[in-house]
């Protein structure tokens, strides 16, 4: 690292010959330990939550599934479905779509009906039955009339059709390219989307589905912050005038990932599907789109030591500002750069281990983790990281400008760690967490934003659930703008640099 240093220092230019003393200053032992102690917090804490974590279910949890990309997705649902060649079509009437919500605790009896706004049944042309391969669907939903949907994130509005109100789908099948079609009444069809699908076999399995995701209970706890709790759901789709053009083998009728593990369907009415004199009947829960965070364990949860190792950062990096010293203005650069590099080295280590390790103990303990690219894994890590250098330096700028330490120290926790701590834990309602870090300093940890909102997802998208209300750069933008008016004050209170005395000519001839 102090190769690294190093070279940082003398990226600066005129602060080069200030980076020496700036090294020295910042390898004093108290200094030191607080960066191991920061590093040692962040790991610690991520493996103790994953240590003290343990799998509820019966026998191994089922992981969540990954797209060809290895990102989490979800792709549960009942499947109806037979073989399609590489040229054909399927053609259905949806007649009638119903649905059914229970609720949680402590209500749990209550059973009404009715369809959530992304509950979905229609038609889908599927690379297999593994979770997480690639598909093309056309439905019916909930609220939000025909949708045609692929790759996972890919959302097509179609005809607002109401569910009751019958609509006509149909998938036709050429290579590798779906096309989506819908009618009213099966003589003329409107193309909702085409979607490629690279790489089909030359078989592909079609049919009916139904799925419907976990609706969105907030319940408030006594400080107002809003707790999440999923409401089981089912969709019921009701189809006929089916036909398949193309087709290959009979009709299969199978779940894509595990189902009929709950009391409503062990006890009322199990997902599946009936057919009757040309009547299918489809029943499903589940969801095939971006994933959900319910009952998996996300990276969030294994950087929980953020808020604790920035406190400890903040707390010696301002008393580093304050140091008694008189200094100048490039003193103040060089330490503050010194200072930066010296955090994120630390901070991108200690993230990288607390996510690498915190998951491999979960994953020991049976418990289901969002599955993560290599590649998002660096980028969060790397935010994180920067993040936490970004604030070091801010809390270093404080300092230099009360020239207090302890004054220091405490207004820069107060500033910059207390609104992520209180921001991110489910203390304060959600609001008043969102407008925390839109405004301060703590902003900046939208750079290690991991959930990704999308608009055909119902969640719960606020801090608590780790999701930021501003984008990363953004986040970014706001610590910035506390930092050049600290930094400003800072320099108003720097030693200035005095310039050399004038050798007069007679000095000159001695």
Same mark, same amino acid.
């Given at each position: ?45 991520? $493996? ?11 026998? !191994?949890?089922? #992981? ?34 119903? /649905? ?14 009715? $369809?959530? !706004? ?11 039955? @593994?979770?997480?391969? @690639?598909?093309?669907?056309?439905? $019916?939903?909930?609220?939000? /009339?025909?949708?045609?949907?692929? /790759? ?42 085409? %979607? ?9 399995? %079609? ?6 995701? =976990? ?18 759901? #089912? &969709?019921?789709?009701?189809? @006929? ?8 083998? /009979? ?5 894509? =990932? #595990? ?24 029943? =499903? ?90 590649? @998002? ?17 801010? %809390? ?40 925390? $870090?839109?405004?301060?300093? &703590? ?5 290690? #934003? ?61």
């Amino acid at each position: 690292m102090k190769t690294q240093l190093h070279a940082t220092c003398a990226a600066v230019g005129r602060t080069v010959r200030h980076c020496p003393r700036a090294l020295g200053a910042l390898r004093r032992p108290a200094r030191l330990i607080a960066l191991a102690a920061a590093a040692a917090v962040l790991v610690g804490l991520a $493996l103790l939550t994953a240590a003290g974590s343990r799998s509820s279910c019966e026998g !191994p949890c089922p #992981q969540t599934p990954a797209s060809s990309d290895g990102t989490a997705v979800a792709d549960r649902f009942w499947f109806v479905h037979r073989g399609l060649g590489p040229d054909g079509s399927v053609t259905v009437r949806l007649a009638d779509m119903t /649905g059914t919500i229970t609720y949680p605790p402590p209500d749990h009896d209550e059973i009404v009906p009715g $369809l959530v !706004p992304w509950a979905k049944t229609g038609i889908i042309v599927k690379d297999g039955l @593994d979770q997480g391969s @690639d598909y093309a669907a056309l439905m $019916l939903t909930g609220e939000h /009339g025909v949708r045609f949907q692929h /790759g996972y994130i890919e959302d097509v509005a179609g005809p607002a059709v109401e569910p009751g109100t019958p609509v006509w789908l149909r998938l036709d099948r050429d290579g590798d390219r779906i096309t989506a079609s819908a009618s009213m009444d099966g003589q003329t069809w409107e193309e909702v989307g085409t %979607a490629v699908l690279d790489g089909l076999p030359e078989t592909v399995q %079609a049919g009916m589905f139904a799925a419907s995701p =976990g609706d969105l209970t907030v319940r408030e706890t006594a400080w107002g912050a809003g707790l999440p709790e999923s409401r089981f759901t #089912q &969709a019921v789709g009701v189809f @006929d005038n089916v036909a398949v053009e193309g087709g290959a083998g /009979g009709w299969a009728n199978e779940s894509v =990932g #595990q189902m009929n593990q709950t009391d409503w369907e062990k006890l009322h009415n199990p997902s599946g599907g009936v057919e009757d004199g040309g009547t299918w009947t489809v029943s =499903g829960t589940g969801d095939i789109g971006p994933a959900g965070v319910e009952g998996i364990a996300t990276v969030d949860r294994l950087l929980a030591g953020l808020p604790f190792a920035l406190a400890v950062l903040v707390v010696a990096a301002a008393r580093f500002g304050a140091s008694r010293e008189a200094l100048t203005r490039s003193d103040l650069a060089a330490r503050a750069t010194v200072l930066g590099t010296a955090v994120f080295v630390v901070g991108l280590v200690a993230a990288g281990v607390a996510i690498g390790a915190g998951t491999a103990v979960l994953e020991g303990n049976g418990v289901p983790v969002e599955p993560l690219p290599v590649r @998002d894994a660096a980028r969060i890590a790397a935010g994180a990281a920067a993040a936490l250098a970004l604030s070091a330096v801010l %809390a270093f700028a404080i300092g230099a400008w009360l020239r207090r330490k302890w004054t220091a120290a405490v207004a820069a926790v107060v500033l910059i760690a207390v609104p992520l701590a209180v921001g991110v834990l489910p203390l304060l309602p959600d609001a008043v967490a969102q407008w925390l $870090l839109r405004t301060t300093p &703590a902003a900046v940890f939208a750079l290690k #934003q991991a959930v990704v909102e999308y608009p055909q997802v119902t969640g719960h998208y606020v801090p608590s659930a780790g999701f930021y209300p501003l984008p990363g750069w953004a986040g970014t933008a706001v610590l910035l703008a506390y930092l050049a008016v600290a930094g400003w004050l800072a320099a108003r209170r720097a030693v200035p640099v005095r310039a050399p005395r004038p050798v007069s000519a007679g000095v000159l001839a001695r």
